[in-house]
């Protein structure tokens, strides 16, 4: 029986691994999508200063490609985060249930019947059935 109930935990503990990795992969490509934006940012850009300096002994137009790429770029940084905080969010918010999941089936009510034992506590039931007996 022993054997049992620890293959059992194993098999959890494989399954939240299999999970946690699956979302660690998720997050490690929402990082590193940004980061390879930011990289095509400072090279591209660099480049295009490089050759508005070469070209005209001064920076005139490369200013306006940076900033308006860098528009971009910040609203990609601000959905990178607001992807990784609302994992997190997430995350939390199903541990939280976890926790609560007694008190949750506690609360749970079948209004469908009224006189269920769901509905009503011991003291009802037994009102109902000297009603019923009468």
Do not use: C
Not at 44 to 68: E, P
Not at 86 to 111: A, F
Request: glycine share 2%.
């Amino acid at each position: 029986m022993s054997k049992r109930i620890d293959n059992n935990n194993l098999n959890n503990t494989e399954s939240q691994d299999n999970s946690l990795m699956i979302e660690a992969k998720k997050r490690l490509k929402v990082k590193r999508d940004f980061k390879e934006h930011r990289n095509a940012y400072l090279i591209v850009n660099g480049a295009f200063f490089l050759i508005d300096f070469i070209g005209n002994k001064s920076i005139n137009w490369a200013y306006y490609l940076a900033i308006a790429w860098g528009i971009g770029l910040v609203f990609d940084y601000l959905d990178t985060v607001k992807k990784l905080r609302h994992r997190n969010d997430l995350e939390k918010e199903m541990e939280y249930l976890k926790r609560n999941q007694r008190y949750v089936e506690d609360k749970k009510t079948n209004y469908s019947n009224p006189f269920s034992s769901e509905n009503m506590n011991r003291t009802q039931e037994k009102e109902h059935a000297k009603k019923l007996d009468q």
